[in-house]
């Protein structure tokens, strides 16, 4: 085979065209369409506007509210004085070991009491005991802004 023969081949391919064309733009859309879906699934699921079903909490109202970090642990207490940690409901008795394994799986991490305006003050002092006595260095109390209607 000569380099005249060669070159014949080679001009022969480049003008090989198909006859059909099958699902070449479907399967490109297809997928991109898929990414998409699997963000938007990502997104909502992480998103902090979903909200778990729980306990109506009346927080108090400060004008002095900072804000809290994403890893803080957050303690709730209704109006009932029902203790809930982890999504689950704790004893006075039981709460101290419950996070002082919590304060051990993260240590430095704060701890957040988010208790209704209507609780007793010895309630919050001993939900207060019990944090810093499991080594939690940072207790703080969540308060909504005075702006902020009630829920």
Known sequence: MNRNDCEAVLHLHRKFRPRRRTGRGFLTGTVFLDAALLIAAFVLATSPFVRKPG?????????????????????????????????????????????????????????????????QQSTATAVYDAAAAAGFRQVFIATQSADQPAP
Do not use: K, W
């Not at 970090?69 to 409901?89: A, C, K, P």
């Open 55 to 119: 306990i109506l909490i009346d927080l108090p109202v400060s004008t002095q509210a900072g804000g809290i970090r994403f890893n803080d642990m957050v303690l709730s207490i209704s109006r009932e004085g029902l203790i809930f940690f982890n999504d689950e409901q704790l004893s006075l008795g039981n709460l101290e070991p419950a996070l002082r394994s919590a304060a051990q799986v993260q240590p430095g991490v704060a701890l957040i009491l988010e208790a209704d305006q209507s609780i």
